[in-house]
């Protein structure tokens, strides 16, 4: 079996002076790779056995069991349809981040190590069960000294160095990636592992989300936003691997029996969220990357709680305009503007024929038999915007159109957004309904 590559280019991307080497990984990382080959090999010799290449279902499986790294790369697929097929892409839907929880003594030694305190010294009380487990870190509910309800987000145990592995392992990845798209660029893979790397590096790092939740309630402030809100860090209980913040009560915003029980229209609220959202693509320095129903609550006074910012993309505002530009032309049906934003906003090694494209995406809404996109969304079987953009990005990759993180990221959310209103506010159309300004703060 060749060596596993070390990737340098990635390395520098660590937070400064929390560098992990992957020669210094010693007895953990060691383990972790003996894990991840026993995870792999009966799979892997299973397929070659049967020559064949894995289907969707048992790819995700495999992801799933391997963890972390793999998890969040599997859900980089679930919103990637310009890099990957309809049927990958539609099976890591489901891809799920939901692990066990790590013991309350583990968390407890994390926790006062990170802070340098006994727990007492800093919580007047601390619940011992936590409220959520995913695979970077676990959530309990608790009280400061000083007063006041707090979330306290901890970092499981290994986790930086458990990505880190993983990147070393990439050799495999790879493969599996290949066993996919079998035609994809080399160097497309490559920039692909890099965004994700230093995209779940930075999960980790809680100083940068506790400073994105600062900035993103100073654009809450200035822009005289009453209507959503961000819960407060604070510093003084937090570390790299700690976070504590204001505790927010409220649900999620889909979950309709606990709204339709306070009386509150979850409609109202989603615009509110969506016209935040949209504005902070142009008065943020970031967006909020990972806005699924978990991280939308509805507080029972009406307001939005946008929750959880180790996930944020920032984004030129020509991409945004193109961005824009892509789904208004899905909108109007004009297949040239389709054609033309998908090649500004897309990376490409070769000049695209405007004039070829314009004609592929024209035959595949001809071949959906749509005249308006409410008739183009009934005709994706239920699969909406989700489905619809899984064919244009078959199409873009015809072209060798990649779409870059931010986009990805842009798309990911989009689809959210379409589900939301399918859910809250059906028949109400996302980019000509007056309630919602798709290029608020222009």
Avoid at 152 to 170: A, I, S, W, Y
Avoid at 360 to 379: C, R, S, T
Avoid at 418 to 431: I, M
Wanted: overall charge negative; glycine content about 8%.
């Amino acid at each position: 079996m060749p060596a596993f590559p070390k990737f340098k280019p990635l390395l520098p991307s660590l937070s400064a002076g929390r560098d992990v080497g992957l020669a210094e990984l010693g007895l953990r990382g060691s383990r972790r790779l003996l894990q991840t080959v026993a995870t792999v090999y009966p799979r892997a010799l299973k397929w070659l056995l049967q020559w064949r290449q894995p289907t969707p279902a048992e790819l995700r499986e495999l992801f799933e069991a391997l963890g972390a790294t793999y998890i969040k790369f599997g859900q980089f697929i679930a919103s990637s349809p310009s890099l990957f097929p309809s049927e990958y892409v539609e099976e890591f839907q489901s891809c799920l981040d939901q692990t066990p929880p790590i013991p309350f003594t583990t968390v407890r030694q994390i926790v006062e190590k990170e802070l340098g305190n006994p727990l007492e010294a800093v919580f007047a009380s601390f619940e011992t069960t936590a409220l959520a487990s995913a695979s970077i870190a676990q959530v309990h509910a608790a009280r400061l000294a000083s007063g006041g309800d707090v979330v306290v987000k901890v970092q499981k145990p290994g986790v930086r160095e458990v990505l880190t592995t993983d990147m070393n392992t990439v050799y495999l990845l790879t493969r599996l990636v290949e066993l996919i798209t079998p035609n994809m660029d080399r160097d497309a893979v490559a920039g692909l592992v890099a965004e994700m790397y230093q995209s779940m590096i930075d999960e980790c790092d809680f100083i940068k989300e506790a400073e994105n939740l600062r900035v993103f309630r100073e654009f809450l402030a200035a822009s005289g936003n009453q209507q959503v809100i961000a819960p407060k860090p604070y510093l003084q209980a937090s570390s790299a691997r700690v976070l504590t913040m204001e505790r927010l009560y409220g649900s999620a915003l889909t979950d309709t029996a606990v709204i339709d029980s306070v009386g509150i229209d979850p409609g109202e609220s989603l615009f509110h969220a969506l016209n935040t959202w949209f504005a902070s693509l142009t008065q943020c320095p970031f967006f909020h990357a990972d806005l699924h129903s978990g991280n939308l609550l509805l507080l029972k006074d009406g307001r939005v709680g946008f929750i959880d910012f180790g996930m944020v993309g920032r984004i030129q505002p020509e991409a945004w305009q193109a961005m824009f530009s892509l789904f208004a032309g899905v909108s109007q049906q004009n297949y040239r503007m389709m054609a033309e934003a998908m090649v500004t906003v897309g990376i490409t090694r070769e000049a695209v024929d405007i004039d070829a494209l314009t004609r592929d995406i024209a035959a595949l809404f001809d071949g959906l038999n749509a005249m308006d996109p409410a008739q183009v969304l009934e005709n994706r079987g239920g699969d909406g915007i989700n489905g619809l953009m899984n064919d244009l990005g078959n199409i873009a990759r015809n072209y060798g159109i990649r779409f870059p993180r931010a986009f990805t990221m842009l798309l990911k959310q989009f689809l959210y957004f379409d589900r939301y209103v399918e859910l809250l506010a059906p028949g109400v159309d996302l980019f000509h309904d007056e309630r919602i300004d798709l290029m608020l703060g222009r």
